[in-house]
């Protein structure tokens, strides 16, 4: 199993370009989340998914869109990027029941200029 | 807004020392994780403590829970230099869909 991935692993955007960034799990999870992380700060939640065709706002979504069309993928999109989303983001996901812990992919570092 | 804070920010400690973090939280909680991250990529899940529990552990690692001072620590026993990274707790508040609320974290470095 190739677990939680993420594509790409690193990408620079002029302001106000446009990206998607994609998620796929390979572990039947119901649940996904997006995640950004700050220099010096825990991670933030963006969005998250409950189950195919289902999203719900996190902590900081304002500038974010995310999709659920199939249950393995999690897309996040920045339709109007800003310098303020310079980041690094992670997608992460968990089954439901069982146990209660999150699986994280290995990151995508974003440049906004 | 971030409910974990955890303190220290950063620890250096030498190889076969103990490494103890501490994690304050501000609301109840359905369970208290703690992950790992080494640079550059992402986190780990280390351990995870219910709220009815007070100390749980798992192989080199404790864990301490007291709901009363909504506080949590994580202690690493006989550190190694590979234990070097940085250690988030993370609080999973009541309410469902495990929608976690990280710390700051705790940046661990481990001398040889």
């Known amino acids: 199993n190739a677990g939680v991935t993420q594509t790409p692993k690193f990408r620079v955007l002029k302001t106000g370009q446009s990206m998607t960034l994609l998620c796929a799990q390979d572990m039947n999870h119901e649940y996904m989340y997006w995640y950004r992380q700050d220099p010096g700060m825990g991670l933030r939640l963006i969005h998250y998914s409950v189950g195919e065709g289902t999203t719900a706002k996190g902590e900081v979504p304002d500038g974010y869109n995310v999709s659920r069309l199939k249950k393995q993928n999690f897309l996040l999109g920045l339709e109007s990027a800003a310098p303020s989303q310079t980041s690094v983001y992670f997608c992460?996901?968990?089954?439901?029941?069982?146990?209660?812990?999150?699986?994280f992919g290995p990151g995508t570092r974003l440049l906004v200029l | 807004s971030q409910q974990g804070e955890e303190d220290p920010q950063a620890l250096s400690i030498q190889e076969g020392e103990n490494a103890t973090m501490n994690c304050s939280y501000k609301?109840?909680?359905?369970?208290l994780q703690w992950y790992r991250q080494n640079s550059g990529r992402g986190l780990v899940h280390l351990i995870l403590i219910r709220s009815n529990e007070r100390e749980k552990h798992s192989g080199r690692l404790r864990v301490t829970l007291d709901t009363s001072k909504k506080s949590s620590s994580l202690l690493i026993t006989a550190s190694r230099a590979a234990d070097t990274a940085s250690y988030f707790c993370?609080?999973?508040?009541?309410?469902?869909?495990?929608?976690?609320?990280f710390g700051a974290g705790t940046r661990l470095a481990v001398h040889p």
């Open positions: 992460a996901s968990r089954e439901v029941g069982g146990k209660e812990t999150q699986y």
């Open positions: 993370a609080t999973d508040p009541s309410g469902g869909y495990n929608k976690l609320i």
């Open positions: 609301t109840s909680i359905n369970n």
